[in-house]
């Protein structure tokens, strides 16, 4: 809609009259409950606010999507809901009130950037087999789902940040990819894989991949350094502690106050 164009509704809008605008139709589908609407008031004459409610909506709006002094280029992104049924199935009610005041106006253009539709029921868990290791299965990985036993999810993590106190420790967060089952409860389940840098003394043997294939055997997270991406200001401590859905790496900065580190490595965990 662009009332300065007359297109979708001709302008401009008057305070306080409202005027409802089909929104469903040759994009939107007609079924659509809601819609995300990127709005902007053009020049109002006076102060104002700008409402945008369902298209069933009656009476003044109570609520303002848009507020704005005379004059503005305002916009606002807007989430609206859509009745479904009726006279005013998927239309929204646009409303410019200037503060009470009759006569003002100002023209408004609505995009639509985007549409809400009604869901299916949830289900649990993965939908269809796990994928390859290393790998989600069909549906991919969310906040809800457990790792299957056996599956190996992987990832990487470059850590950039300026030394604040020489030998200080700190800790790098990594979620996973969906939620471990067990939780990992045990430093020794999260080590880095052997390598020739003498500050990673927790080495394990049974990480036998590499940075650019991590691996990792049941119950475990391996961690591979990419050693051309480590500053020499910073070096690994053998304190690697669980989180919730993920694992902390510790690390030891070791410079002067200012200087850059980074830290960077690939990891692999295996569900036992």
């Known amino acids: 809609m662009d009332t300065r164009t007359d297109i979708g509704l001709p302008g401009p809008f008057v305070s306080a009259v409202s005027q409802k605008l089909q929104v469903t139709g040759a994009v939107v589908p007609a079924a659509s409950t809601g819609v995300l609407l990127n709005v902007t008031v053009v020049a109002p004459s006076a102060n104002g606010f700008l409402s945008i409610r369902p298209g069933d909506a009656v009476g003044s709006p109570s609520t303002s999507s848009l507020n704005f002094n005379a004059g503005d280029i305002a916009p606002n992104a807007v989430q609206v809901a859509l009745p479904t049924s009726g006279t005013n199935a998927g239309q929204i009610d646009i409303t410019y009130d200037a503060y009470g005041v009759g006569g003002p106006t100002t023209d408004v253009l609505i995009d639509v950037v985007g549409y809400l539709v009604e869901g299916g029921a949830g289900g649990s868990g993965l939908a269809g087999a796990p994928g390859p290791a290393g790998q989600a299965g069909a549906r991919g990985f969310s906040a809800w789902d457990a790792i299957p036993s056996g599956q190996t999810v992987t990832g990487s993590m470059i850590w950039d940040e300026a030394v604040i106190a020489d030998n200080q420790d700190f800790r790098i967060y990594v979620p996973f990819p969906g939620k471990a089952t067990p939780a990992i409860t045990l430093s020794t389940m ?23 294939a991590p691996t990792a055997p049941p119950g475990k997270v391996c961690i591979y350094r990419h050693g051309n991406n480590f500053a020499d200001n910073v070096s690994g401590n053998d304190n690697y502690v669980n989180g ?3 694992f902390y790496v510790d690390a030891m900065s070791n410079g002067t106050p200012g200087q850059d580190m980074n830290v960077a490595f690939s990891w692999a965990y295996t569900a036992p």
Do not use: M
Request: charged fraction near 35%.
């Open 190 to 212: 999260i080590n880095f894989a052997s390598d020739s840098w003498d500050d990673t003394i927790d080495d394990d043997t049974t990480c036998t991949g590499t940075k650019l």
């Open 244 to 246: 919730r859905d993920g």
